[in-house]
């Protein structure tokens, strides 16, 4: 074996449970942009990368593959959406014991289920969002955690603020250097 993933748990138990993971990290360039914006030039590298991710990453409408591009195999060679969900039988697809047709028709069922599910375009709070084809979020956990995948737009604002931000920022500092 010469890769392994190791995902956090998600758990309704507050002793366990990770708080509005989102939040946090989008808190924490927050502070870096607020720090670059006081005068702390060595946060530009914390900016910077903020900024290039959302830049580069390829547009999509989804908010995650899982199920559509990505998949996971247990150790019976079941295959499921998200590596939160195997064991979860309400889940599974399919296995790869099954023939190669049927398993390709399973893979392409789920395919067609999971597009209309995670599909931003079709959640009012996306569609006049400028990250709309740009953001990323996990449809699985606030469905295990209270059986709804639709994602929480509670940090949305924020991510919006930072994005934006580091991105005029960037641009800033692109304009500076080349006039230089
Ligand atoms: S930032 Fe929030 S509102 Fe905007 S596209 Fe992403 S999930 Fe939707
Ligand atoms: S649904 Fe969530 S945990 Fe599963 S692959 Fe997507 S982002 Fe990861």
Known sequence: MENVMIVPVISKDPTLALPNRDFFIVDEYQTAIN????????EIDSVERLANQVLNAPPTCLYCGSGITEFVVD????VFPCQLLVS?????IGNV????????????TSKQK???????????ECQNCFLQF???GC?????LLGNSMHIPHESCQLLKEVVKNSILIKAEKDFVESNS
């Open 97 to 108: 014991y099954d023939t190669k047709e049927k398993l390709r028709q399973l893979l392409i």
């Open 139 to 143: 449809p699985i956990a606030p469905y």
């Open 35 to 42: 720090s670059y914006q006081n005068g702390n030039k060595q």
């Open 134 to 136: 740009f953001c990323r």
């Open 88 to 92: 979860n039988k309400n889940f599974l």
């Open 114 to 124: 999971y597009s209309k599910i995670f599909d931003k375009t079709k959640d009012n």
């Open 75 to 78: 150790s019976e060679g079941d």
